[in-house]
């Protein structure tokens, strides 16, 4: 079983950047397709960031040049970079297995762009 739990999210100022961090467990963690994945109450939840296991990566063009999604296999992590943060943006960030059966989830982290 994979468990994946995400974080790193908070205030930013628009035109900001933040780091998300995703921390897995379980041995099949890093043969996974991961993403990120974010949401609110009025929308879809939308993933908007992949990269597989092999570290080929795929943007939706929302976010495509501002940011950057990686891995750390050694450390079974993956990471968001955001940057050009706009209001928005403001979001639940979810980090989340692509493509899998069972697909997994983490409980989301809150991002929140204001002055």
């Known amino acids: 079983q994979v468990r994946v739990v995400d974080s790193g999210g908070g205030l930013a100022h628009p035109g900001g950047s933040l780091i998300l961090s995703c921390a897995g467990s379980?041995?099949?963690?890093?043969?996974?397709?991961m993403g990120w994945s974010r949401q609110t109450p009025v929308k879809e939840r939308e993933l908007i960031a992949r990269?597989?296991?092999?570290?080929?990566?795929a943007y939706a063009d929302s976010v495509k040049g501002r940011f950057t999604i990686s891995r750390d296999k050694g450390k079974s992590m993956v990471y968001l970079q955001m940057d050009n943060l706009a209001r928005e943006e403001t979001d639940v960030y979810y980090c989340n297995t692509v493509g899998t059966v069972p697909d997994y989830w983490g409980p989301g982290t809150q991002v929140t762009v204001s002055t």
């Open positions: 990269i597989s296991s092999d570290g080929r990566t």
């Open positions: 379980g041995s099949l963690f890093n043969n996974y397709p």
